[in-house]
């Protein structure tokens, strides 16, 4: 893995002063022969977490900057995982957040084998952002992992179907892609998806799912950055082979790639 933090490898001093303060926020990008889809979303992503968790706006400038940033630390690789974290600078509040760039190996293609996940009451922080409050997120995984399962699907204090620990879920009602409306991070793949499926006409609606109600889909899938992997059971409720898996992938190869 390399890292760079503005432009530069990071002194001892910077490393102690990023493991020490968990804020800040981040996007996730996988690259491939030097192109992401949906960059002006991850851009966007990065700018409303600025303003929101730093008071910092993010103009055109600063948009050159972080592609800049990006390329910088790629250097000639043309395939990887790519992470852009923003955190607070040396002054704290006093000053705009620094840039942390990580470039690491490129996730698998396919994701891997259905997951078996398991339910479990829970709300994420802000979870309309990427943040880097991440404790939980690792404790729920490691805790299903114990219990036998592959990781967990958090459900509302209402009852409702959020989101995975790392992931949005995808739901197959037999006729359609349901995607479950709640307080969630908006992933940018989940958008791009719901984005394209409009544009090629596959079936899909957002609407709020009871946890309750979980046994009455025929499919569901885990789509996230890392890509789209289906869900074999949820708790001990197995899943059919729905078409779920293939119509998302599918409609992901028609997803546009855009130069960095």
Known sequence: MDVELNG????????????????????????RDGRVRGLALHLARLADGAEELFGHRVGVEEEHRLLGL???ALGRTRDASVRVTLVPGP????????????????APDPAGPPLRVQTVTYERDLPEHKHRGTFMLDYHVREARLAGFDDRLFVGRD?????????????????????????????????????????????????PVDGADLASFAGAA?????????IGSIDELPLADAPLVKVLAETWAEVPWDEL
């Open 159 to 207: 009852g409702k179907v959020r989101e995975g620990t790392s992931w949005n879920v995808a739901l197959w009602d037999g006729e359609q892609v349901v995607w479950p409306v709640a307080p969630v991070m908006r992933g940018i793949t989940m958008v791009l998806l719901q984005i394209a499926m409009t544009m090629n006409g596959t079936p899909w609606t957002l609407r």
């Open 91 to 106: 002054g704290g509040d006093e000053g705009p957040p620094d840039v942390l760039v990580t470039v690491s190996d490129p």
């Open 70 to 72: 990006i390329r910088h």
């Open 222 to 230: 885990a789509v996230s950055s890392a890509g789209i992997r289906a």
């Open 8 to 31: 530069r490898v990071p002194g001892v001093a910077e490393l102690h002063r990023l493991i020490a303060t968990n804020y800040g926020h981040y996007t996730s990008l996988q690259v």
